[in-house]
């Protein structure tokens, strides 16, 4: 079955400590996203990558950082620097060069937790 | 980029009809409008997206107005299952997702 999966589910991490979610897509799209949501909140755009080898901030970029590599993968890591990094994490793909069939899939996410 | 306004929250009873709304007044003519939806602690689900019609598939019925500065969500007979914070966005050429606050729908039984 196509689809989009993190992993892992549930994270603990030490404060300081670099940590890398993963995020695979199968379904063969250009774009990919992650969002970072915080207790009763929306979504906040991290990072997005339109095409391989290419992707741009978004809104809460500092403390992040993001490669893409491969088509299917784009992983995060939540550097030191991000000063409030425990937060609920979701990665999404779309296939954004046809409109008409563009809609964004979502993982189920990565609880991440610094201690 | 152009940003969609909808209530923080509303309320439905079981199998009655649920009508959500967004406002999207700076909307370009490339931009598409869809809805998403989140279950607690899960990834949203796509619900249903359109240009200028309005679109019908098997889980809602979405209605654009003629001058598309806004759209409405339609459930046609909620469950509690529809219970979920409903996000409409706009999607332009390129395909940046920004995702406002949403709108939690409550369904009482």
């Known amino acids: 079955d196509g689809g989009i999966t993190q992993s892992p589910k549930y994270l603990f991490r030490k404060e300081g400590q670099n940590v890398t979610l993963s995020c695979e897509q199968n379904l063969n799209h250009d774009a990919m996203y992650w969002y970072r949501q915080d207790p009763g909140q929306g979504l906040r755009l991290i990072y997005y990558?339109?095409?391989?080898?290419?992707?741009q901030k978004g809104d809460i970029a500092e403390g992040y950082s993001v490669s893409r590599e491969k088509k299917e993968s784009f992983p995060l890591t939540v550097t030191s620097a991000q000063k409030n990094p425990t937060a609920f994490y979701l990665c999404?793909?779309?296939?954004?060069?046809?409109?008409?069939?563009?809609?964004?899939?979502f993982g189920q996410g990565t609880r991440l937790t610094v201690v | 980029d152009a940003k969609t306004t909808q209530p923080n929250s509303m309320e439905s009873n079981e199998e009655e009809p649920v009508h959500l709304p967004c406002n999207h007044s700076t909307i370009s003519g490339t931009d598409y409008i869809h809805w998403y939806r989140q279950l607690p602690s899960q990834g949203p689900e796509y619900v249903i997206h359109?240009?200028?019609s309005n679109v019908n598939n098997r889980m809602a019925s979405l209605a654009i107005a003629e001058d598309r500065k806004s759209s409405t969500l339609i459930l046609h007979r909620a469950t509690l299952r529809d219970a979920a914070v409903y996000y409409c966005?706009?999607?332009?050429?390129?395909?940046?997702?920004?995702f406002g606050q949403g709108t939690e729908l409550s369904v009482k039984p």
């Open positions: 966005i706009l999607i332009n050429q390129g395909g940046k997702l920004i």
């Open positions: 999404a793909s779309s296939q954004i060069w046809d409109r008409v069939n563009s809609e964004a899939f």
């Open positions: 990558s339109q095409i391989v080898n290419d992707f």
């Open positions: 359109g240009l200028t």
